[in-house]
């Protein structure tokens, strides 16, 4: 009798381990999966001016955040080519550079002169005529987004209108971060510059440092061009990797979606 008891309170401690091994290991096996996963939000800056590669890349199969400069020859246009991709838009304000022409900034540039009404009658004027964007990124603007009194002016009307602002990261030395953190404005800052070499190896590799960052801290935004500085060349690179990408186990976004993966 006492054997038969042995022998049962043993098998019911084998099972026992069984079952918490095999618990640990589904446990285990989840948790694997979930550190190899991460998104992706790819901007493409410069919409609004029917650049090369505009049509291409919002034909593309993935999410894609059109950056679209306002007071621009298509802007509007730009902007319901880009909602009925059913893509996203925001506006790609431009802003005083350190270094460059004013004449890059094209009409009703925020440069560091004008005066907080000024500046702020120009985003005014942008979020009303690209009304169907939910944020705003810089174009250029190492210069401005170092200067906090311009920087209120800006984010006080995104705040106003409900938008989010990407730092773009021309400058080391950006404020932006700063002031909208004061202003309760949701602040996002790009990770990696797609096409700095207009060549689709090159812009691969940076796709794949997109890659790398987004399966280490779960997303990475990552920012590319229409036009000269992208364009058809950036959305081939595109096209040649983003299957791959997600075959690691990366989803692609919108930029208004990363939030919910930081």
């Known amino acids: 009798m006492r054997k038969s008891t042995f022998k049962n309170l043993l098998y019911l401690l084998a099972i026992y381990f069984i079952l918490i091994n ?35 890349m919002l034909a593309l199969d993935i999410p894609i955040t059109a950056a679209i400069m306002p007071f621009m020859p298509t802007s509007k246009e730009d902007m319901e080519k880009t909602i009925k991709s059913k893509k996203e838009a925001i506006i790609h304000l431009p802003m005083e550079p350190e270094v460059g022409k004013a004449s890059w900034l094209g009409p009703r540039g925020i440069v560091t002169t004008l005066s907080d009404e000024e500046i702020k009658n120009r985003v005014k004027d942008a979020v009303k005529e690209l009304d169907k964007a939910k944020g705003i990124n810089n174009h250029m603007g190492s210069k401005a987004i170092q200067d906090r009194r311009v920087m209120d002016s800006i984010i006080e009307i995104a705040a106003s209108n409900n938008l989010f602002f990407l730092d773009s990261k021309t400058t080391a030395k950006t404020i932006a971060g700063e002031s909208c953190k004061s202003k309760g404005v949701k602040y996002y800052s790009r990770d990696i510059f797609l096409d700095n070499v207009k060549d689709v190896k090159s812009i691969e590799k940076q796709l794949d440092k997109a890659g790398k ?50």
């Open 213 to 262: 960052v987004a399966l280490e801290k779960g997303y990475a935004i990552a920012i590319g061009h229409v036009g000269v500085e992208g364009g058809s060349i950036t959305v081939q690179a595109i096209k040649n990797k983003y299957k791959e990408l997600e075959n690691k186990g990366i989803k692609f976004v919108f930029l208004s979606d990363i939030e919910k993966h930081r």
């Open 22 to 56: 095999l618990l640990i290991s589904s446990d285990y096996t989840y948790a694997k999966g979930e550190s190899k996963q991460g998104v992706i939000a790819i901007v493409i800056d410069d919409f609004g001016n029917h650049s090369e590669g505009t049509e291409a």
